[in-house]
């Protein structure tokens, strides 16, 4: 088998740097932006995660959030690997590679099969001076091009809790768009969790107008802190 991947655009690679403890990427025209991690996780109103942190104490709290990403990011190779290879990978030896591969069969069989094309997969894209990141998965779902990414957790999430994966998404496809002359204006999120429940969360083009707005505020308001 071969590649899913129809070459539609050409791809550029941005280096990823790291200064003063924060994620940057460099541009193509030589500016150093953050990375729509860092402007999310420097906005967001963390009041939740602290109190969680607080109930179930640091140790515990660390070793939660390490497995998690752990299993995420095996999650993550099996499909990318699916994708580049056009053959699925076996599972691996240990319980979190096995159950990784688990999450990675959910989502494969629950999203992948409504995509029509995949255009490429773990994407630098940019915002020419503003901001910078790796997009999980840009593809043609159900015959509209989308950004998509793929997330595990460890229990099902609310609508209400997954703000921020959306304002992830709107990242993408605006620089998307900026850079490669497109007209992106829907994003899926295609969720597992460790108990092999499927969720999925969509922008449409109808949302995307009001996400948008939210992501801008959210860069600006990152850039005033910086300036201050």
């Known amino acids: 088998m071969s ?5 539609k655009f050409q791809y550029q690679s ?5 200064k003063a403890g924060k994620r940057l990427y460099e541009t193509p025209q030589g500016h150093a932006v953050p990375s729509v991690t ?3 996780n420097a906005t967001k109103d963390k009041t939740a995660l602290i109190e969680w942190r607080k109930r179930v104490g640091p140790k515990l709290a660390t070793e939660i959030t390490t497995e998690a990403a752990g299993v995420g990011t095996r999650m993550h190779k099996y499909l990318e690997d699916y994708i580049q290879s056009g053959e699925w990978p076996k599972a691996g030896s240990n319980p ?3 159950q990784a591969h688990k999450m990675a069969t959910i989502i494969k069989e629950n999203a992948m099969v409504d995509l029509d094309e995949i255009w490429g997969s773990e994407i630098n894209l ?11 998965l840009i593809a043609v779902y159900k015959g509209q091009p989308a950004i998509c990414d793929f997330k595990q957790t460890n229990k099902p999430k609310k609508a209400e809790w997954v703000d921020d994966y959306f304002l992830q998404l709107i990242a993408y496809a605006e620089a998307h768009n ?12 295609f969720m597992c969790s460790r108990n092999l429940e499927y969720q999925q969360f969509d922008i ?3 949302d995307y107008k009001k996400w948008k707005h939210e992501w801008y505020e959210r860069v600006y308001s990152y850039y005033e802190a910086v300036a201050a």
């Open 38 to 40: 860092t402007i999310l």
């Open 126 to 136: 940019w915002m020419p001076q503003m901001y910078a990141g790796t997009s999980d």
């Open 178 to 189: 900026a850079v490669y002359n497109t007209n992106i204006c829907e994003g899926h999120i």
């Open 14 to 18: 941005i280096k990823r740097i790291d």
């Open 204 to 206: 449409l083009p109808e």
């Open 3 to 7: 590649s899913l991947i129809t070459q």
């Open 96 to 98: 979190y590679a096995a």
